[in-house]
């Protein structure tokens, strides 16, 4: 501090007196005279300006002389480094210069010449704990993963660089492919850091791919105390994955154990769809019917789904039509203007085989929300009240090319899932599928085999509510509907245009 202070004083002496050397030669006429005793000089500008560069050149000196007798002193006193620190301070302005341009060529984007610079940095100061970062980084840049592997291991004796060479190699297995090391480097690196955002993002993913839902809550877990995630959000991905892990423990054989987690994955997000669902059918299992209807209800009231009714459905499965009806009551009147609950109670009017009331219900969805659902349930009413076929066949001809309506769709990659999952398929994402319409609708398939059941009143899959509507509603026989003879269709040529326009009408 002091050796400073003094070099700075001396350069404002210096300053000074080329001021006042310069007011001086102004002042004679461009001569300087110097009297020193009996001695009188008289230099012209030339000679002035050689003077100046000398008594600098002498300052200079000086200040070295100075250096070097202030290094001796201190190595007397015990610091055994002070003449080697001094003899080496330029070339560590020339590292640390060389440093500075590696860095910059690192976030220029050139690892070439990066590497170089790290190079000529290490030899000249000494330091790999700064250039080998940079050096590892370059050949990450360059896509040199065996050179960059390499100088992120030498980072791991270190205590200070530790962690940055285990995110760095974590970074290249994940590259790699390597899910399996990259997850124990991931956890090297949260013990390491439990703060740190990325790792804890990093590590919630792997483990979520390879099943580790126990490991994934407590990530989660971690990345709330350090203030990450907001509470209402820790809650629900917790309970995500919860269910996830409940599903896990369920198809190891343990369905007990898989309530209990269900259970509380259900206590931390009531509207989680399929953790009410799974709640509901473990209470089935027990007998305990009551709790199932009560849990389903709930969730209902937050958002009606094929899911819930579903489930609800198995609390009594041998119930005839018209008692099912009646006990559906109390599921949908919590939602009773929702599409979902309009669809299920036209559902259960055709099981029960009241198609005016089905039509009611039904409302105007086939005109202002037509989907594949909708419409089809309009061609079993029109079927079940005796339409001609023109009629049903026109219904169908509209089902086939209609959105499906709300579909388990990522809020990320707009990725269309079939059954509701923990972590997308397509991104990765952690509880990013919601129930809702796609932007682009995914169509029934072309063969219009789903609505067959229609044409030939076979057997049809159970819908939402465990329900057969298009079975219980009367039909025609089997043969009839398969076998159009031509005497019947004296022209079938135009007959599909008539029954188009017959529809439309």
């Known amino acids: ?17 080329l001021t006042l050397a310069a007011a001086q030669l102004l002042d004679t006429g461009g001569a300087i005279r110097v009297t020193v005793g009996d001695i009188e000089l008289l230099l012209g500008p030339f000679q002035a300006v050689v003077l100046v560069l000398v008594l600098l050149l002498a300052l200079w000196l000086v200040l070295k002389i100075a250096g070097f007798a202030v290094a001796v002193l201190r190595f007397v006193n015990g610091d055994e480094t002070a003449i080697s620190r001094f003899f080496s301070r330029n070339r560590e302005r020339r590292g640390f210069e060389a440093l ?12 070439a010449r990066a590497a170089t610079k790290a190079a000529k940095a290490d030899k000249l100061l000494g330091r790999p704990d700064l250039t080998n970062l940079i050096t590892a980084q370059a050949a990450e840049l360059e896509g040199d993963r065996p050179r960059a592997e390499e100088y ?24 790699a492919g390597d899910t399996e090391t990259a997850l124990k480097l991931a956890e090297k690196a949260f013990a390491l850091r439990p703060g740190h955002g990325e790792t804890q993002e990093t590590l919630l993913r792997l483990q979520a791919d390879t099943g580790d839902w126990q490991g994934a809550r407590a990530t989660l877990q971690a990345r709330k105390r350090a203030g990450a995630l907001p509470r209402d959000v820790y809650k629900r991905r917790d309970a995500v994955l919860a269910l996830q892990q409940a599903r896990k423990i369920f198809e190891d054989g343990r369905p007990v154990h898989a309530h209990e987690a269900a259970i509380e994955a259900n206590r931390l997000s009531p509207d989680l ?16 019917k009551r709790n199932a209807a009560r849990v389903l209800k709930k969730a209902w009231a937050a958002q009606p789904h094929p899911d819930l009714a579903a489930a609800f459905a198995e609390i009594a499965p041998d119930e005839d039509a018209n008692a099912r009806l009646a ?14 609950s309009r669809l299920l109670r036209a559902e259960l009017l055709i099981a029960a085989e009241d198609f005016p009331a089905a039509r009611r219900a039904l409302g105007d969805l086939v005109e202002r929300h037509p989907t594949a659902r909708a419409l089809t349930i309009m061609a079993a009413i029109e079927r079940g009240e ?10 169908l001809t509209r089902a086939l090319s209609a959105p499906r309506g709300p579909q388990w769709v990522c809020d990320n990659c707009r990725t269309v899932h079939g059954q509701w999952a923990a972590v997308c398929s397509n991104c990765g994402g952690i509880d990013t599928l919601s129930w809702r319409e796609p932007s682009a609708g995914d169509g029934l398939s072309p063969t219009g085999t789903e609505m067959l059941p229609l044409l030939v009143n076979a057997p049809q899959a159970p819908r939402s509510a465990g329900v057969e509507p298009v079975a219980d509603a009367p039909a025609e026989p089997a043969e009839e509907a398969e076998t159009d003879s031509p005497e019947e269709s004296p022209e079938p040529e135009s007959r599909p245009a008539e029954e188009a326009q017959k529809t439309r009408n």
Do not use: C, N
């Open 273 to 288: 769809v399929p953790a009410a669902a799974l709640v509901a059918r473990g209470y089935i299992r027990e007998g305990r």
């Open 386 to 395: 005796g339409s001609e076929d023109a009629v049903v066949r026109g219904w």
């Open 1 to 17: 501090m002091i050796w400073s202070l003094l070099k700075i004083l001396l350069f404002v002496a210096a300053v000074a007196g």
């Open 327 to 340: 006990r559906f009551e109390a599921l949908v009147k919590q939602s009773p203007e929702h599409e979902e």
């Open 152 to 175: 992120y291991k030498r980072l791991l004796p270190e205590e200070r660089t530790r962690f940055v060479g285990v995110r760095g190699l974590m970074r290249q297995k994940l590259d």
């Open 100 to 111: 500075a341009e590696a860095m910059i060529a690192l976030a220029g984007g050139e690892g």
